[in-house]
């Protein structure tokens, strides 16, 4: 298995609503990234001015939106 000390096999990809600060708030975990896309496209639409994230481990996937934040 690719990721033994992942918390949950297999569902490798989190979509994550950052705040102020270091806050945030997972909104989904998901096992492709096709789904974790789906997922971060529908929390923009629903939400244009959040701040979202897929996350991958360590890795930052997609953020909206782009830049330092």
Known sequence: MAYENHWLPGFNFNLEEWFEGDRYETLAICRSLALARASFAAAVFEKFGGRFMIG???????RHPEGDW
Request: proline share 0%; glycine share 0%.
């Open 56 to 62: 991958q481990r360590i890795r930052v996937v997609k």
